[in-house]
């Protein structure tokens, strides 16, 4: 919600609120999340993000500006909802009748006839503009200003286009494939879910209920005779309308956050008396159906459980002082304070939601922090965990890697009713599958990750069946490039097998085309309880994460003979030093030596962080350091 | 074998996680576990999210039957502990939890969840104060402060946000001296308590909740989400194990 800091200004006496940055830190840390501040249209606006538990009091400049009032403890000099509003004069022009079993409640409307429809004065174009609202006119300029002014949606027609002399406003569930022209253009099929406004004689939509109003009744220039709407709508189905038809307003946003039924009455109130004073015309009054539910409830609450629960020592004064400030009325009996917020709050229900408010305005930070006492039971080791610990640390022991892969895939025994994509409308019901794709891709990298041979990956995680959820462990191992590939992949699984076996003390099954797979549940079930977590590794303190490169690499091997004295390290800085900061990596694969002479062989790994290496950039480095090699005494390139 | 491959590793998530445990088990809290996909009640009714809230909409939340969803949050196993146990109770899980959107660097269908909470006759917000300040300052290393800002979850009243910011010497620049957004707390609702079965009138007790990769992308400063659950060796493979 976008908040004009002028605005704001227009509640309190001239000079009495503080600057905005102070605004910002104490609504920060006693209400609301600041998204920003900036200028606009010469004025400071704050982007307060409210809590959806506060939305039906604080989605407005009067919310925010009665929470600065309670926080700073300043009175607000005008406030639009502390007089009682009164509906007069009443009127017969125009008929409301409303369907109980629709989602609106409480219906009030006023009649302004003779109103002149034309620019809004500056004043208001100003604030609209500065908190992100285009200037429509007058009339529209109007609801939208007690919109953002009180937090009341309302809503105004042209009187003229209703059927019959006497206008008839109704509402009723919308018809299945029921089709209404909203303002701004667009058309919407609607279902029987949704209410709409219609206009009783001639049974025609006028508006979604809640959401947004539309062409039919249109007020347009020439409008001279119009009915302001201000009512009450229920917040689930406005929020399930408008969802449903994917429209949200700044109106939809308030009736499902609950705004109070009280505050239809102030609405219609203030946008017909700002409708006279900007378009003139003649009010002919006000009429209402429905009616309000029950207001706020009283709550009892103590200060020693405040002090309990908020672990601060709450005194009675404290209480007090928060209670006015936030124009709670309350009575005290005993120690019990009874307390009832204004009706606008619709958050506060029960001892804990008053001590919240409280905790906030009393300051969450004057509360000092505390160590837990030592609790009076010693903690059980939690089975499940420990043995998957022993797990770990027997695989990562034997040097297999740990993944964590997603439990959504393309194909399982149990589906989403929901989805985000088609290959990932199942959970899994195997951890195999995923970690053979892995082994395929894994093996791509393998060079840069300068491996050349085996690479072994586990992964412990939930699997779903029909009826069951189980946790699996599954090893997947592939050898790759020699011969015997299979048997090779067998005889590292099965060794990792029979480790396992001997430290969980059971048998597992035989491994299957790269992996190994069980149920750690049903192991469980006969496996002796650990009396302490194992002392697994954690991840070494020096390590930090470093980006890589999403471009391809590319694998050059070297091989060279060199005098049998010259060791490794002079051949790899040769290397290493001519062969620009495009190597990856440098592994030697190869070593012997022979009739006084070694022959060193090296993976070469070159990658770029912006770029596709050719084949010409890595032949010109390979050449370079060939040229290098060759220029050393007694060295030769094989 | 070349020397990489006899190199180990250890997943970031893995090391998150046991550093957690072990410091929630020096304080006296127990390990807790729950199963991924949830009763309706577990995942909302027993923690206090309305029938109507939206959270329970098929845009956030996975379904998979019309009482069984995949839970959003490791908040139920909260649930389930409070409702198997009686009276003092203090327990950590670390488990996976799914959120039905779209993924891009800071947002993942798939996550996972530190979820701890501790009850008794006398176990306020002010616990939790220290508690999260022993946390940050084990796991992140340097001296921490902790502050309260106010927040909304169904499950806590009051609820707060809970912001860090670490200081010392051995504190990473990136994180230094700035105050880090970092997990939703509060008290547990009287609701929460009662669905458990626990006298909201003669227990208490604090809850947190927050998504263990977040706290690795600080540790470590990992930039992107979804490398967490890609398997990728060339992401796992710079976590070298400590011994």
Same mark, same amino acid.
């Given at each position: 919600?976008?908040?004009?800091?002028?605005?704001?200004?227009?509640?309190?006496?001239?000079?009495?609120?503080?600057?905005?940055?102070?605004?910002?830190?104490?609504?920060?840390?006693?209400?609301?999340?600041?998204?920003?501040?900036?200028?606009?249209?010469?004025?400071?606006?704050?982007?307060?993000?409210?809590?959806?538990?506060?939305?039906?009091?604080?989605?407005?400049?009067?919310?925010?500006?009665?929470?600065?009032?309670?926080?700073?403890?300043?009175?607000?000099?005008?406030?639009?909802?502390?007089?009682?509003?009164?509906?007069?004069?009443?009127?017969?022009?125009?008929?409301?009748?409303?369907?109980?079993?629709?989602?609106?409640?409480?219906?009030?409307?006023?009649?302004?006839?003779?109103?002149?429809?034309?620019?809004?004065?500056?004043?208001?174009?100003?604030?609209?503009?500065?908190?992100?609202?285009?200037? @429509?006119?007058?009339?529209?300029?109007?609801?939208?200003?007690?919109?953002?002014?009180?937090?009341?949606?309302?809503?105004?027609?042209?009187?003229?286009?209703?059927?019959?002399?006497?206008?008839?406003?109704?509402?009723?569930?919308?018809?299945?494939?029921?089709?209404?022209?909203?303002?701004?253009?667009?058309?919407?099929?609607?279902?029987?879910?949704?209410?709409?406004?219609?206009?009783?004689?001639?049974?025609?939509?006028?508006?979604?209920?809640?959401?947004?109003?539309?062409?039919?009744?249109?007020?347009?220039?020439?409008?001279?005779?119009?009915?302001?709407?201000?009512?009450?709508?229920?917040?689930? !189905?406005?929020?399930?309308?408008? !969802?449903?038809?994917?429209?949200?307003?700044?109106?939809?946003?308030?009736?499902?956050?609950?705004?109070?039924?009280?505050?239809?009455?102030?609405?219609?109130?203030?946008?017909?008396?700002? @409708?006279?004073?900007?378009?003139?015309?003649?009010?002919?009054?006000?009429?209402?159906?429905?009616?309000?539910?029950?207001?706020?409830?009283?709550?009892?609450?103590?200060?020693?459980?405040?002090?309990?629960?908020?672990?601060?020592?709450?005194?009675?004064?404290?209480?007090?002082?928060?209670?006015?400030?936030?124009?709670?009325?309350?009575?005290?009996?005993?120690?019990?304070? #009874?307390?009832?917020?204004?009706?606008?709050?619709?958050?506060?229900?029960?001892?804990?939601?008053?001590?919240?408010?409280?905790?906030?305005?009393?300051?969450?930070?004057?509360?000092? &922090?505390? !160590?837990?006492?030592?609790?009076?039971?010693?903690?059980?080791? #939690?089975?499940?965990?420990?043995?998957?610990?022993?797990?770990?640390?027997?695989?990562?022991?034997?040097?297999?890697?740990?993944?964590?892969?997603? &439990?959504?895939?393309?194909?399982?025994?149990?589906?989403?009713?929901?989805?985000?994509?088609?290959?990932?409308?199942?959970?899994?019901?195997?951890?195999?599958?995923?970690?053979?794709?892995?082994?395929?891709?894994?093996?791509?990298?393998?060079?840069?990750?300068?491996?050349?041979?085996?690479?072994?990956?586990?992964? @412990?995680?939930?699997?779903?069946?029909?009826?069951?959820?189980?946790?699996?462990?599954?090893?997947?191992?592939?050898?790759?490039?020699?011969?015997?590939?299979?048997?090779?992949?067998?005889?590292?699984?099965?060794?990792?097998?029979?480790?396992?076996?001997?430290?969980?003390?059971?048998?597992?099954?035989?491994?299957?085309?790269?992996?190994?797979?069980? #149920?750690?549940?049903?192991?469980?079930?006969?496996?002796?309880?650990?009396?302490?977590?194992?002392?697994?590794?954690?991840?070494?303190?020096?390590?930090?994460?470093?980006?890589?490169?999403?471009?391809?690499? %590319?694998?050059?091997?070297?091989?060279?003979?060199?005098?049998?004295?010259?060791?490794?390290?002079?051949?790899?800085?040769?290397?290493?030093?001519?062969?620009?900061?495009?190597?990856?990596?440098?592994?030697?694969?190869?070593?012997?030596?022979?009739?006084?002479?070694?022959?060193?062989?090296?993976?070469?790994?070159?990658?770029?962080?912006?770029?596709?290496?050719?084949?010409?950039?890595?032949?010109?480095?390979?050449?370079?350091?060939?040229?290098? %090699?060759?220029?050393? #005494?007694?060295?030769?390139?094989? | 074998?070349?020397?990489?491959?006899?190199?180990?590793?250890?997943?970031?998530?893995?090391?998150?996680?046991?550093?957690?445990?072990?410091?929630?088990?020096?304080?006296?809290?127990?390990?807790?576990?729950?199963?991924?996909?949830?009763?309706?009640?577990?995942?909302?009714?027993?923690?206090?999210?309305?029938?109507?809230?939206?959270?329970?909409?098929?845009?956030?939340?996975?379904?998979?039957?019309?009482?069984?969803?995949?839970?959003?949050?490791?908040?139920?196993?909260?649930?389930?502990?409070?409702?198997?146990?009686?009276?003092?109770?203090?327990?950590?899980?670390?488990?996976?939890?799914?959120?039905?959107?779209?993924?891009?660097?800071?947002?993942?269908?798939?996550?996972?969840?530190?979820?701890?909470?501790?009850?008794?006759?006398?176990?306020?917000?002010?616990?939790?104060?220290?508690?999260?300040?022993?946390?940050?300052?084990?796991?992140?290393?340097?001296?921490?402060?902790?502050?309260?800002?106010?927040? +909304?979850?169904?499950?806590?009243?009051?609820?707060?946000?809970?912001?860090?910011?670490?200081?010392?010497?051995?504190?990473?620049?990136?994180?230094?001296?700035?105050?880090?957004?970092?997990?939703?707390?509060?008290?547990?609702?009287?609701?929460?308590?009662?669905?458990?079965?626990?006298?909201?009138?003669?227990?208490?007790?604090?809850?947190?909740?927050?998504?263990?990769?977040?706290?690795?992308?600080?540790?470590?400063?990992?930039?992107?989400?979804?490398?967490?659950?890609?398997?990728?060796?060339?992401?796992?493979?710079? +976590?070298?194990?400590?011994?």
């Amino acid at each position: 919600m976008k908040v004009s800091y002028e605005w704001l200004e227009t509640f309190f006496d001239a000079g009495t609120l503080p600057r905005v940055a102070e605004l910002e830190q104490l609504l920060t840390f006693h209400a609301f999340e600041i998204e920003n501040v900036e200028e606009v249209a010469g004025t400071s606006v704050i982007d307060v993000d409210v809590l959806p538990n506060r939305a039906a009091d604080s989605l407005s400049h009067r919310g925010v500006a009665r929470e600065i009032s309670a926080l700073l403890n300043i009175s607000m000099q005008h406030d639009p909802l502390k007089e009682e509003v009164n509906l007069t004069p009443e009127t017969d022009s125009i008929a409301i009748e409303l369907d109980t079993d629709a989602s609106c409640t409480y219906y009030n409307a006023a009649r302004i006839t003779g109103v002149a429809v034309g620019e809004s004065p500056q004043w208001l174009q100003k604030r609209l503009e500065a908190i992100g609202q285009k200037s @429509i006119n007058n009339v529209v300029d109007a609801t939208n200003y007690v919109l953002f002014n009180i937090g009341q949606p309302t809503h105004v027609f042209d009187a003229t286009k209703f059927s019959g002399t006497t206008p008839s406003i109704g509402t009723r569930h919308a018809e299945r494939g029921e089709k209404i022209s909203l303002l701004g253009g667009t058309e919407v099929e609607l279902d029987e879910t949704m209410t709409v406004i219609i206009d009783r004689a001639s049974d025609t939509p006028l508006a979604v209920a809640g959401v947004k109003g539309g062409v039919h009744a249109e007020v347009v220039n020439e409008t001279t005779d119009i009915i302001i709407e201000s009512a009450t709508f229920d917040p689930v !189905q406005t929020r399930k309308t408008s !969802q449903a038809l994917k429209i949200r307003t700044d109106a939809s946003a308030r009736f499902e956050n609950n705004v109070a039924d009280e505050l239809a009455a102030y609405g219609v109130k203030a946008v017909t008396t700002l @409708i006279l004073e900007l378009a003139g015309g003649q009010i002919q009054g006000y009429a209402s159906a429905g009616a309000t539910k029950p207001t706020n409830k009283e709550v009892g609450v103590t200060a020693s459980r405040a002090s309990k629960l908020l672990g601060a020592d709450i005194t009675d004064e404290i209480m007090e002082d928060i209670f006015k400030r936030l124009a709670f009325s309350y009575t005290k009996d005993g120690d019990v304070f #009874n307390v009832t917020a204004p009706f606008e709050r619709r958050d506060i229900h029960i001892p804990e939601d008053i001590i919240e408010e409280i905790g906030r305005v009393y300051g969450y930070n004057k509360i000092e &922090s505390q !160590q837990l006492p030592p609790a009076q039971k010693t903690p059980r080791i #939690n089975k499940k965990f420990a043995y998957a610990e022993l797990i770990r640390k027997t695989l990562i022991e034997s040097g297999v890697t740990e993944t964590f892969l997603y &439990s959504l895939r393309d194909t399982g025994e149990v589906k989403l009713v929901n989805s985000l994509a088609s290959d990932k409308d199942h959970l899994r019901s195997n951890l195999k599958d995923g970690l053979r794709e892995l082994l395929d891709t894994s093996e791509k990298n393998m060079p840069l990750l300068g491996l050349y041979e085996t690479v072994s990956l586990f992964e @412990i995680g939930n699997v779903f069946t029909n009826g069951a959820e189980e946790m699996h462990v599954c090893v997947a191992v592939r050898v790759t490039g020699k011969k015997k590939k299979d048997e090779r992949t067998l005889s590292a699984l099965v060794a990792i097998k029979e480790r396992l076996e001997e430290v969980l003390g059971t048998t597992l099954p035989e491994p299957v085309d790269e992996t190994l797979e069980w #149920n750690l549940d049903t192991v469980l079930e006969t496996a002796p309880e650990l009396d302490a977590y194992p002392n697994v590794p954690t991840v070494a303190d020096a390590v930090s994460y470093k980006p890589f490169s999403q471009y391809p690499f %590319m694998l050059r091997d070297i091989a060279v003979w060199v005098p049998e004295s010259t060791t490794e390290e002079s051949v790899r800085e040769v290397i290493e030093t001519h062969a620009s900061d495009l190597l990856q990596r440098c592994d030697m694969f190869d070593v012997f030596t022979k009739d006084g002479r070694t022959s060193y062989a090296f993976h070469l790994v070159f990658q770029s962080m912006d770029e596709t290496l050719t084949d010409e950039k890595v032949g010109v480095i390979m050449s370079g350091i060939e040229d290098e %090699m060759s220029a050393q #005494n007694g060295w030769e390139i094989r | 074998m070349t020397a990489k491959e006899k190199e180990h590793y250890i997943h970031p998530l893995t090391s998150a996680i046991r550093e957690i445990v072990s410091i929630f088990s020096e304080l006296d809290f127990e390990v807790a576990s729950g199963p991924e996909l949830e009763t309706e009640h577990y995942n909302f009714d027993a923690l206090n999210v309305a029938k109507d809230h939206p959270a329970r909409d098929m845009q956030d939340t996975f379904w998979v039957d019309d009482n069984h969803v995949l839970r959003t949050h490791d908040t139920s196993v909260t649930a389930r502990k409070l409702e198997e146990n009686n009276g003092e109770m203090r327990f950590v899980s670390c488990g996976k939890a799914y959120r039905n959107e779209a993924t891009d660097m800071t947002h993942e269908a798939q996550f996972y969840q530190v979820d701890a909470f501790a009850v008794g006759k006398d176990i306020t917000l002010a616990h939790l104060k220290g508690t999260l300040e022993t946390f940050f300052g084990k796991f992140l290393g340097g001296s921490v402060e902790v502050r309260f800002r106010p927040g +909304f979850f169904p499950f806590v009243e009051p609820g707060v946000e809970v912001d860090m910011r670490l200081t010392g010497d051995t504190v990473p620049a990136r994180l230094k001296g700035k105050w880090i957004e970092i997990l939703g707390a509060g008290m547990l609702h009287p609701n929460v308590l009662k669905a458990g079965g626990i006298d909201p009138e003669e227990y208490q007790g604090w809850a947190f909740g927050g998504g263990i990769e977040r706290l690795c992308m600080l540790k470590w400063g990992i930039d992107d989400v979804r490398l967490f659950h890609s398997g990728d060796l060339r992401f796992i493979q710079q +976590f070298k194990s400590s011994k």
